[in-house]
């Protein structure tokens, strides 16, 4: 513990699961102000929050008990009136590198966090409800603790009572207690041995459900893999009483849709990761590798914003890079030479305390616009406001890719690349023809986007009761179809790339080839591709874009100059940017002037 000014900052420090402390895991700040004087003389104390500290947001805590409330009110909606139980969730665990003894940067397990917001590893958390007439719920929680010898390594284990504190919850315990303790819960919650069971009786308790063991199972459609099932040893006691089908789709489904709290953090990663790529679009010329723009971003983003570590695997895909959809990766490690001519396509976003952002931004490294640079840029920038301007509460995701998709076409038709195809001088024609023989899923092979949150790619995109995923090309890759609602975050990314293996299938595709001019295509192989991506959050009559970045061309090309940033007129309102800054840990609002349009 430390004293900083007039606030108290705790440090909590994680550990091996293995009950060793190779090395530090991940400090925890939980600021908690001392109590200030009210004018009547009373005491009044000041909710905990999370900070990294100087002008970096502050969480607060209060934010995962909203969670928590919302699992829960969303659980029981789905339970006889009478049920009681445990919903138990188990935090992620320190990895190691390979056989080594290295441990690689600890990040929380996603359900866990959106319940607890603690970055500890090994902990177990707990909601018990029902069966008694106190609280409507309780939570605890479970965390590692070590010796004196591990405490010289890793510092003092947690004390109990300061987590409360921080946390907010009811009462934390170390995990070895965490086996008698869902017995003794599950007693007090009106478990009874089976043999007390008697006719007409359910569990020896008259009108009242068996108690259940609520844990998380279920498929992210995004990855294919199935949440992480708690488990300790002496959980097999309890196999009747565990229910594994209801809370995945409860805890997935509150996730979708947004609280005010997580959607003021959702601002802050965006703004930070939004004056990053600025600051990496200012220092870019021709001549530096594709690793100095992303090392000039997570630099910018932990120095000024406390971000340790990004949402993903950051992307410098510069001139034919491009077209290489998640490029960076360690076969192609963001290592080739930027040359004059070249368009970059950077798509990083910062996390902060595992709330992400997810950012593209595509200009030219010599910063002027070439007249092909130009108009794919426009077609990308033409889908995006379409979308944009589009979006709010009833309008299916769907229908949003093909509006997308739509643009892109016109915009490769205004350029030469693409051409009628003997469907006449209709323009709306022959890209409804040019949509029914699949040609946007050529130039635009992914989706438009996807639920943005704890995770990059959040959860809740393909959940029972909601649209099945479409079989089409292009369509098949959105992350969801689903129909959007008030508190909805999700981004819209439009993009166009010349990926000589789809473009030589669509030419020798009779349908698809009709539509295509050969000639000018030469033109563009090697150019790679353009991306715009921003996160948005679906408000009750439109949508709001939470992302600060340079659009406008001449944006792009004055920021690249020395422009201001953010600037004095908003030349793009049909973007829908909300302006803010952070000032003294929280977001604030600007004014920025709105052009008028001639």
């Known amino acids: 513990m430390h ?60 934010l995962y008990a909203e969670n928590r409330h919302k699992v829960l009110a969303a659980l029981r909606s789905k339970l006889p009136p009478s049920s009681r139980g445990i919903i138990l969730l188990q935090g992620g665990t320190q990895p190691s590198r390979h056989d ?33 007439d106190g ?7 479970f965390v590692p603790t070590w010796d004196e010898e591990a405490a010289t390594v890793c510092g003092e284990p947690p004390d109990f009572k300061e987590v409360e504190e921080e946390t907010g919850v009811d009462s934390v315990r170390s995990v070895e207690d965490l086996a008698g303790w869902i017995e003794e819960e599950m007693k007090r919650r009106g478990w009874k041995e089976k043999e007390e069971e008697s006719a007409g009786v359910v569990n020896g308790n008259h009108g009242m459900e068996t108690p259940k063991l609520f844990l998380l199972k279920g498929l992210n459609s995004d990855s294919g893999n199935y949440a992480q099932i ?13 229910d594994e089908e209801t809370l995945f789709r ?53 120095y000024y914003g406390g971000c340790r570590l990004m949402s993903y695997t950051c992307i410098c895909a510069c001139g034919p890079n491009a ?7 360690a076969g192609r490690p963001n290592s080739r030479l930027l040359l004059p001519n070249d368009m970059a396509l950077l798509d990083m976003g910062a996390e902060y305390h595992c709330y992400a952002s997810d950012i593209t931004c595509s200009f030219p490294v010599s910063g002027s616009f070439t007249a092909d640079q130009r108009a794919i840029y426009d077609a990308v920038l033409n889908a995006q406001i379409a979308v944009i301007q589009r979006l709010r509460p009833g309008v299916g995701w769907v229908d949003m890719h093909r509006i997308a998709e739509r643009e892109i076409l016109r915009g490769l038709m205004d350029c030469g690349v693409l ?6 001088e209709d323009a709306e024609k022959v890209v409804d023809a040019m949509l029914e023989v699949d040609l946007g899923a050529i130039f635009m092979p992914h989706g438009l986007g996807h639920f943005i949150g704890i995770d990059t790619h959040d959860v809740g995109g393909y959940l029972e009761g909601n649209p ?8 098949k890759k959105l992350r969801t179809a689903r129909v959007m609602e008030e508190g909805m975050v999700i981004t819209v990314e439009p993009g166009c790339y010349f990926i000589q293996r789809l473009l030589d299938g669509a030419i020798q595709n009779e349908r698809q080839g009709r539509f295509i001019n050969v000639e000018r295509l030469r033109d563009f192989r090697g150019f790679g591709g353009v991306r715009l991506e921003d996160d948005v959050v679906i408000t009750a009559d439109g949508c709001e874009n939470l992302t600060q970045c340079p659009r406008a061309p001449q944006e792009v090309m004055d920021v690249m100059n020395g422009g201001e940033w953010p600037p004095k007129i908003d030349v793009l309102p049909e973007l829908k940017r909300r302006w803010a800054v952070c000032k003294n840990g929280a977001m604030e609002m600007l004014d920025v002037t709105v052009a008028q349009k001639s």
């Open 3 to 62: 004293v900083d000014g007039n606030m108290i900052v705790f440090a909590l420090y994680g550990m091996f699961s293995s009950g060793q402390c190779p090395c530090l895991s991940l400090a925890f700040h939980i600021v908690i102000r001392p109590p200030t004087r009210t004018s009547n003389n009373t005491m009044k104390s000041s909710p905990p929050f999370y900070s990294q500290g100087l002008e970096t947001y502050q969480v607060p805590m209060s």
């Open 323 to 329: 077209k290489i959809l998640h490029y960076g990766h």
């Open 135 to 141: 609280p409507a719920y309780e939570t605890t929680l």
């Open 419 to 424: 051409v009628t195809g003997g469907e006449g």
């Open 250 to 302: 409860c805890i997935a489904e509150c996730r979708v849709k947004k609280t005010s709290a997580e959607i003021s953090l959702l601002r802050y990663t965006n703004y930070i990761s939004s004056m990053a790529h600025v600051s990496v679009m200012r220092a870019c010329h021709p001549g530096m590798m594709e690793y100095q723009l992303e090392s000039l971003f997570m630099h910018h983003t932990y």
């Open 230 to 242: 708690a488990h300790y040893n002496g959980i097999e006691a309890w196999n009747h009483a565990i």
């Open 468 to 475: 099945p995923r479409s079989t089409r090309p292009g369509l």
């Open 100 to 132: 080594t003894d290295h441990e690689p940067i600890f990040r929380q397990e996603s359900y866990f966090h959106y319940c607890f917001g603690v970055p500890l590893p090994d902990c177990y958390g707990a909601l018990s409800f029902g069966g008694d």
